[in-house]
């Protein structure tokens, strides 16, 4: 009667007693190759933070202006557009009193807020366009300045996602109140 044998059930290394490839090794240049990555993550963590460039989602404006003074000048341009007034994220204050903790830089930025905002009128025409853009109410824009460059500030926001009326319409009030700002208020 003839057996059966489980090969499964064998060692790499009975497998390879046997005259099987035996244990697989790791190839050297994938190490090496992971080592250059690990190492080049580690340097990049040491970067300071460069501006971003503007995307399809998040929309970037560089501005020469302190940044005082584009806080100020954005808040100014929210109450001329008949808004009330921002409710404030002190964004930059958070990631420096957490960066003990958290194991980051506390100077990631050297100021950084985000104001957010309600346009009735803007958003029933956001989500009238598509119901789970009630994810982007209130609106917010980012200002916030980076170490190096005490002269220069930004100013970010995201873009709605959408092409119809509603997204048209938060996309102008978002690029308004940035110009704004930028000209002073």
Known sequence: MPTTHDTASQSPTSHAAAGGP???RPHPFRQLLAAAALALLAACQQLPPQPPAASAEIQVS???MPWED???ALEDAIAAEGLTAPT???FGDMLARTAPD????ADL?????ILSF???GVAARLVTEAAEQIALCPLSIAVYALPGNPG????AYRRPPQTGAGSAAAEALMRRLVKQAAEGG
Request: charged residues 20%; contains cysteine; glycine residues 8%.
């Open 22 to 24: 035996g244990p697989r």
């Open 62 to 64: 560089a501005i020469d």
């Open 70 to 72: 584009l806080r100020l």
């Open 88 to 90: 404030v994220s002190h």
């Open 102 to 105: 958290l194991g980051h830089r």
């Open 109 to 113: 930025y050297t100021h950084a807020e």
């Open 118 to 120: 309600c346009s009735v």
């Open 152 to 155: 220069r500030s930004y100013l």
